[in-house]
């Protein structure tokens, strides 16, 4: 979700950092917010510019790759939603993109939501499958079956080795010529601070790139959101492809 920049972070080396995120707590912090745009983008809802700035923001950055995106043959534009909350971001967004969207989301209330916010959807065949489970426990259920993984606001859940793993998963499942794109907070500094709510961290735009060089993903573009408030961490998208 989109967060405030912390007067006070609570700072420490990444290996430190890492052992104080708790899976167990973040599950039972989400499990108490309401299934609703303001609950999963914790207080900015639709009464604020969030919503929208977000969703034209990812439109526009997508339209600048579409030009370096080709679907493989024989397949379909197929995407995937990482943790996809009530289903906000395939229903406002990702469907427009793609063919057919999986969601993977493992918060139960907000998986109940999502086939109330995804029915005319789902009528319609533009919805596959939904997989209650962490991001964590994903393996793709075919090689190169996506078009494009959208994976937004959820990574900060995963220790720094948990996420290279994860990183490693979505090669496998990606199409030959598709796209991982990563839309995140980042900390204001080069240092990854700890969100003692949800229990999860906000990672530096150092860090992620570094991560990303590390698993042998290469960037293809990156770009900053605009239009949200100011109080709000900076929220950054990636766009990436495998480095072979």
Known sequence: MPAKDQAQP????????DSMID???????WSGVEPTVNGVLGGYGETTSVPKADVVGSATFMRKLTPRLSVEEGKIKYGLDFGAGIGRVTRDFLHKQCDKVDLLEPVKSFV???????????????I?????????DWEPSEPNKYYLIWCQ??????????????????????????????KENNTSSDDDVFDEEDSSKTRSDKNFRRLFKQAGWKLIATERQKG???????????ALKPEN
């Open 10 to 17: 609570t700072v420490a080396p990444v290996g430190q950092l």
């Open 23 to 29: 899976y167990n707590k973040a599950i039972e912090y």
């Open 112 to 126: 109940d939501q999502m086939e109330v916010e995804l029915k005319s959807l789902k009528e319609k065949g533009k």
């Open 128 to 136: 596959g499958e939904i997989y209650q489970i962490p991001m964590q």
């Open 153 to 182: 606001w959820c990574c900060g859940h995963l220790p720094d080795d948990a996420f290279l793993i994860w990183l490693d998963n979505c090669k496998k499942g990606l199409q030959e010529n598709g796209l991982l794109v990563v």
């Open 228 to 238: 949200v408030p100011k109080e709000l961490y900076p929220i950054r998208m990636y």
